[in-house]
């Protein structure tokens, strides 16, 4: 037998993703990610596809595929895939599952399922993409609000509040946020938003829920704050928040602080707005060093202009300057103010620039400057001449000819008339902390384990979930929803096995225990049998009978052997029970009709035989005779609705209406039945067609009489009164071929699939239930009598041709039409 397209996909997995992984590693982002977080969903996608495969699903595969292409999307985001990459995964994916369908040598793949993979790549694509492109514009988005935020505050105290309010604004969920700096072994707040944490509150570094995530260097994610006992920070305890979430602050290998936001609203946060929160993280570290430095600068600062104003004082103070200036370790530079050169610098601005002090002291200052920042040079000056001081960044230029970034101040000295008589600037390298903005990307690779992930996407799924380990039975996890369906506590360390014991009470649909071997997700563990959908009884602890809907499978390593089992469970008792009380309703209403159509015959034969013993009087006068006849008409179509609701029943209780069929020629049945059509439709024209061949079987004459009668009545009632009814017969071989066909207008198409339900009246565009009952029973009756004869019927019907009967009758017991 040919594996199918599904089979080759689970079957050949691990193969597939070795020979995408070897491809996929040629993409830069993806070179140093461990094998588990470079396939990440995929090899799951691919069993999904392959389950879209098996169950053909009507409505597309988008809604199959779940989240995985989503959580993907996120992981990749965060490890510094662009779009492209992305979209380049699932590209060699596709490619790889085809080359190696083709590597095997055989058949190609069934259009469908071929469809089905084609279109379920595309979808995750599509997916990918869209989630992508707005989880990143989202990050961006929020951190250019940051960086928005940070401008004109370099302190920390003057642009944390700021921030911090950017957060809680960006993720809908957070009621508070906080920043704790790090001082020696202790953490302090540094700021906060919301209530929750008191600003300059201290925590020990190793204790508590901040202080685990700076002394492990990992965010830490818990659910309820209140009850979880990691949470050590009695503040925290008592501020009433749910889900709680803090990431360290790490900058070159150094904890700088913790940040933390919490939510009092819902105990779950979405990976998308932790992924934001640690990207908003980053960035906040890099602020925060950037501020750092600002301060250090400021001090730098502070101290070389003391020491200048110390040089006025006196000639030790003079020398103390010429001390500083020459040890400090931020650059200086003395700038005349006539024509901006360099009449000093200290060894720290040389060793900036690769030069020795003397080699850069009477030369221009736009000298140390690359040619792209010169032009701004002038803009700066002024701006120093008319304040104190002034601050700027710009590229400097080394004597190897490399550049740098450089953050400068220029401080102004003017002489007691107010004229400015010299400018000096300290002058700092900042290319650490351009290097920290280009690293942002690297930041937001940290992501929440696959494992955490994985419990969270199951915890979420509204059916039970088991998975247990082989050969053991060891349970390795189940998910929330199982205890809702089995309405007692549920023990991860028992074994599969232990299902059939108490107190689990697991039953067959008819009350019986379940054995160990009888168990789904037992017999997918011992003998690999995939099951698919059976029913079982679950006895809650308060006397209540759950019925579940059960489907098991094994999971195979690479050789085919069984290391797992996986089981999922769905409550379907209301629907159960749903369908019982229909079916009873049904089967009520059955019985009811034919009991009233059995007992309604005694009366009716009783009326028939007085009517016509009245018409067989010839002192009868005419016009009672009238109304005698008119009785008895209405007697015989009395009778004949009865018997078509007797047939019914028998149809439906009974296994169908009874057929007895003995030898005979079918001709002689349809040329009755056409003539007795014509005797009550005088005024219409009816022919009969009957093509040269045999026509001699084993029918039920009766029977067979009313297809006739039934079809024909309706081409009469649903034709144009002047337009002909054709019969035609003719012979098939082993079956006999009826066709009623008749003109007019076509039956909607809306109607075509349940013309032959009971109790379906024609319109006044169609054909319906047959004109002689009354009671829309004429075309089911006459489809049970065709498949009681082990034949078939079909209907065309179209404006242009007609509408046309097509009987097809066996010919002998044993056989069934063509």
Same mark, same amino acid.
């Given at each position: 037998m040919s594996t199918s397209l599904a089979d080759f996909l689970l079957q050949q997995r691990d193969a597939i993703m070795e020979a995408w992984e070897a491809e996929v590693r040629a993409i830069p982002a993806a070179q140093a990610l461990p094998q588990p977080a470079l396939r990440d969903g995929l090899p799951r996608l691919l069993e999904v596809v392959a389950a879209l495969m098996r169950q053909r699903p009507q409505a597309g595969v988008a809604s199959g595929l779940g989240a995985i292409p989503d959580l993907h999307a996120l992981e990749r985001l965060g490890e510094g895939f662009n779009l492209r990459q992305v979209v380049t995964e699932y590209r060699l994916l596709r490619g790889c599952v085809l080359r190696l369908w083709a590597a095997r040598g055989g058949a190609a793949p069934l259009p469908e399922e071929e469809r089905i993979l084609h279109e379920a790549m595309d979808e995750a694509v599509a997916a990918s993409v869209s989630r992508y492109t707005l989880a990143r514009e989202r990050t961006l988005q929020a951190l250019d609000r940051i960086s928005t935020a940070a401008l004109?505050?370099?302190?920390?105290?003057?642009? !944390?509040?700021?921030?911090?309010?950017?957060?809680?604004?960006?993720?809908?969920?957070?009621?508070?946020?906080?920043?704790?700096?790090?001082?020696?072994?202790?953490?302090?707040?540094?700021?906060?938003?919301?209530?929750?944490?008191?600003?300059?509150?201290?925590?020990?570094?190793?204790?508590?829920?901040?202080?685990t995530i700076a002394a492990t260097r990992q965010p830490l994610l818990v659910h309820e704050a209140s009850e979880d006992a990691r949470v050590g920070e009695q503040v925290l305890r008592e501020a009433g928040l749910r889900a709680l979430y803090g990431v360290p602050l790490v900058l070159d290998g150094d904890v700088l602080g913790v940040a933390v936001m919490g939510s009092r609203a819902t105990r779950e946060l979405s990976e998308e707005d932790l992924l934001l929160f640690r990207?908003?993280?980053?960035?906040?570290?890099?602020?925060?060093?950037?501020?750092?430095?600002?301060?250090?600068?400021?001090?730098?600062?502070?101290?070389?202009?003391?020491? +200048?104003?110390?040089?006025?004082?006196?000639?030790?103070?003079?020398?103390?300057?010429?001390?500083?200036?020459?040890?400090?370790?931020?650059?200086?530079?003395?700038?005349?103010?006539?024509?901006?050169?360099?009449?000093?610098?200290?060894?720290?601005?040389?060793?900036?620039?690769?030069?020795?002090?003397?080699?850069?002291?009477?030369?221009?200052?736009?000298?140390?400057?690359?040619?792209?920042?010169?032009?701004?040079?002038?803009?700066?000056?002024?701006?120093?001449?008319?304040?104190?001081?002034?601050?700027?960044?710009?590229?400097?230029?080394?004597?190897?000819?490399?550049?740098?970034?450089?953050?400068?101040?220029?401080?102004?000295?003017?002489?007691?008339?107010?004229?400015?008589?010299?400018?000096?600037?300290?002058?700092?390298?900042?290319?650490?902390?351009?290097?920290?903005?280009?690293?942002? $990307?690297?930041?937001?690779?940290?992501?929440?384990?696959?494992?955490?992930? !994985?419990?969270?996407?199951?915890?979420?799924?509204?059916?039970?979930?088991? %998975?247990?380990?082989?050969?053991?039975?060891?349970?390795?996890?189940?998910?929330?929803?199982?205890?809702?369906? %089995?309405?007692?506590?549920?023990?991860?360390?028992?074994?599969?096995?232990?299902?059939?014991?108490e107190p689990y009470r697991v039953l067959h649909p008819d009350g019986r225990r379940y054995e160990v071997g009888e168990l789904q997700l037992v017999r997918s563990l011992r003998h690999g049998e995939e099951v698919a959908g059976e029913e079982l009884l679950i006895e809650r602890p308060d006397g209540q009978r759950m019925t579940a809907l059960v489907s098991s499978a094994p999971i195979r390593d690479r050789e085919g052997t069984i290391v797992a089992a996986v089981a999922t469970m769905t409550d379907i008792t209301e629907r159960r029970r749903a369908q019982e009380a229909a079916l009873q309703a049904a089967r009520f209403g059955e019985r009811l009709i034919a009991i009233v159509s059995h007992d309604l015959r005694n009366p009716l034969n009783a009326i028939q035989l007085s009517a016509t013993q009245l018409l067989h009087s010839e002192a009868l006068p005419e016009r009672e005779r009238?109304?005698?006849?008119?009785?008895?008409?209405?007697?015989?179509?009395?009778?004949?609705?009865?018997?078509?609701?007797?047939?019914?029943?028998?149809?439906?209780?009974?296994?169908?209406?009874?057929?007895?069929?003995?030898?005979?020629?079918?001709?002689?049945?349809?040329?009755?039945?056409?003539?007795?059509?014509?005797?009550?439709?005088?005024?219409?024209?009816?022919?009969? $067609?009957?093509?040269?061949?045999?026509?001699?079987?084993?029918?039920?004459?009766?029977? +067979? !009489?009313?297809?006739?009668?039934?079809?024909?009545?309706?081409?009469? $009632?649903?034709?144009? $009164?002047?337009?002909?009814?054709?019969?035609?017969?003719?012979?098939?071989?082993?079956?006999?071929? !009826?066709?009623?066909?008749?003109?007019?207008?076509p039956i909607p198409p809306d109607m075509l699939p349940r013309l032959f339900d009971p109790f379906r009246r024609g319109a006044t565009a169609g054909h319906g239930g047959g004109a002689s009952s009354g009671l829309g029973l004429g075309l089911y009756i006459v489809e049970q009598v065709v498949k009681g004869h082990r034949g078939h019927i079909e209907v065309t019907s179209t404006a242009e041709a007609g509408t046309t009967f097509r009987v097809t009758l066996p010919r002998a017991q044993g056989t069934s039409g063509a």
């Open positions: 004109g505050s370099a302190d920390v105290a003057g642009f !944390l509040p700021r921030l911090l309010q950017v957060l809680r604004e960006t993720v809908a969920a957070v009621d508070v946020t906080a920043v704790l700096l790090r001082e020696g072994d202790w953490l302090r707040v540094e700021s906060v938003v919301g209530d929750g944490m008191a600003p300059g509150a201290r925590v020990p570094v190793g204790e508590g829920f901040v202080g990207a908003m993280a980053a960035r906040a570290t890099a602020l925060l060093a950037q501020a750092q430095a600002h301060a250090r600068e400021r001090a730098a600062r502070a101290e070389a202009e003391a020491s +200048l104003v110390r040089l006025r004082e006196s000639e030790a103070g003079l020398r103390r300057w010429e001390e500083v200036f020459t040890r400090l370790g931020v650059g200086v530079v003395v700038v005349s103010v006539e024509d901006n050169v360099m009449r000093d610098v200290n060894p720290a601005f040389a060793r900036m620039h690769g030069y020795a002090p003397e080699e850069l002291r009477g030369r221009p200052l736009e000298d140390t400057l690359a040619p792209e920042s010169r032009g701004v040079l002038a803009r700066h000056v002024a701006a120093a001449h008319s304040k104190l001081s002034h601050e700027y960044e710009s590229l400097h230029v080394r004597k190897d000819g490399s550049r740098f970034p450089a953050f400068s101040h220029v401080t102004t000295f003017r002489d007691a008339a107010g004229r400015v008589v010299q400018r000096v600037a300290t002058v700092l390298d900042i290319t650490q902390r351009r290097a920290v903005e280009m690293d942002r $990307q690297r930041l937001l690779a940290a992501v929440e384990s696959e494992r955490a992930r !994985l419990a969270s996407v199951l915890d979420q799924m509204p059916a039970g979930i088991f %998975i247990a380990e082989a050969p053991s039975g060891r349970l390795l996890m189940a998910s929330r929803h199982v205890e809702v369906l %089995i309405g007692r506590p549920f023990d991860l360390s028992l074994t599969a096995e232990a299902l059939a014991s009238r109304l005698v006849t008119r009785l008895a008409r209405s007697g015989d179509r009395m009778k004949r609705m009865i018997s078509e609701l007797l047939d019914f029943t028998r149809g439906r209780l009974g296994g169908g209406i009874p057929i007895h069929r003995v030898p005979g020629d079918l001709r002689a049945v349809v040329r009755s039945g056409v003539e007795e059509l014509e005797a009550a439709w005088p005024e219409r024209s009816l022919r009969l $067609q009957v093509e040269p061949g045999h026509y001699e079987g084993e029918w039920d004459a009766d029977r +067979l !009489l009313q297809v006739v009668s039934n079809l024909g009545g309706n081409a009469l $009632q649903y034709s144009p $009164q002047g337009a002909t009814v054709t019969f035609r017969l003719s012979d098939a071989g082993d079956a006999v071929v !009826l066709e009623v066909h008749n003109g007019g207008d």
